[in-house]
DNA sequence: CTTCATGTCGCCCTCTGCTGGTTTGCG
DNA sequence: ACGCAAACCAGCAGAGGGCGACATGAAG
């Protein structure tokens, strides 16, 4: 529905419905509908690009490109304005793009897998999960990768220098990816609803990070401690060894001369002592379960 | 007819962040 | 020596920027 005042407009426009095509590209044979649009063609072949900026040094073959260019870099307007959030662009096919992560479409689909993609490209790039393609190439040592911001990642890390790395605020710990940090911070740092308690004592913790500086302090603690005297020790073992000095039980008897003893060390020590070194490996045995014991 | 602004479709790129397997260091 | 937790690392998808190429429409 074209209307106009004037008859040469509509002239105009009427020959926009016409498929003839006049103006052939005499390098490629393409035919254009108006010598202008053949020009611009024969541009491209020729890389002549008569719009240019003289503040940035680019160039273009069309003033539209030149124009769109003005905006995404130097007027910086962005006409269209999402009605569903604050995003705005410099083109409508943006726009277009990001009505689709709104509403959820995804129209392009892969033939060989579920998987569906928002626009053509994530599609293409999905691809190649499915060939096992790796195209790009860390010059440093040839390793290969998937995805063009992997072997950038990958070069700035093994081999660059001043490699950027991500501290946590809470304890310092530097990490090398800044996801990864994340992760850190919701393990390590973040508040859990349900408290861990101390096995060793009575503290609590609603934070991993600080539960784990706590064990610390009980690492050198003789926290087996004797509830008959003031003895402590670092080792559950030695405690239960050590209360036998209080019940004056001894488990360990020798079955040649039926001597009780504490200890199996001590035990052994008597047998040394006053007992034939040749004796079977099986001299003796626990009063409590019968064990036999070998003591060399 | 030409020029210019604007529109449209498509391509490629980068940045970003999540995921899950692997490696490493510590208790 | 072993097991576990945390960091490392590559794969992969979401989102958005920028431009190539060409079409359309208004105005001179």
């Not at 705005?88 to 392009?108: D, F, I, L, Q, W």
Request: glycine content about 2%.
């Amino acid at each position: 529905t074209f209307t106009t005042l004037s008859i040469s407009s509509l002239k105009h426009h009427l020959k926009t419905h016409s498929d003839e095509k006049r103006h052939v590209c005499h390098l490629c044979l393409k035919a254009f509908r108006t010598a202008t649009l053949l020009h611009n063609h024969v541009n491209v072949h020729t890389r002549t690009r008569p719009y240019k900026r003289s503040d940035c040094d680019t160039a273009f073959v069309t003033s539209g490109e030149l124009s769109r260019h003005r905006h995404y870099k130097h007027t910086l307007e962005k006409r269209f304005r999402c009605s569903l959030c604050k995003y705005s662009c410099v083109e409508a096919s943006k726009m277009k793009r990001r009505t689709r992560s709104h509403t959820g479409e995804r129209p392009s689909a892969c033939d060989l897998c579920s998987y569906a993609s928002k626009d053509a490209y994530k599609l293409k790039r999905h691809m190649v999960t499915h060939s096992g393609e790796k195209p790009y190439e860390c010059y440093v040592c040839h390793a290969k990768f998937t995805q063009s911001g992997t072997v950038k990642i990958r070069m700035l890390q093994k081999h660059g220098e001043n490699v950027p790395k991500y501290q946590c605020p809470h304890c310092s710990i530097f990490i090398a990816q800044k996801s990864d940090l994340r992760i850190h911070l919701r393990n390590l740092h973040s508040h859990m609803a349900v408290a861990i308690k101390c096995s060793y004592c009575e503290a609590v913790f609603h934070e991993r990070s600080a539960f784990i500086q706590h064990k610390k302090t009980h690492r050198n603690e003789k926290r087996f401690k004797c509830d008959q005297c003031s003895y402590a020790c670092m080792q559950e073992q030695r405690l239960i060894v050590h209360k036998q000095t209080h019940t004056g039980e001894k488990p360990f008897t020798s079955l040649c001369c039926n001597k009780s003893f504490q200890r199996e060390q001590l035990l052994s020590l008597h047998f040394r002592k006053h007992h034939d070194s040749n004796i079977k490996p099986t001299a003796y045995e626990c009063s409590k379960c019968g064990k036999g014991y070998s003591l060399w």
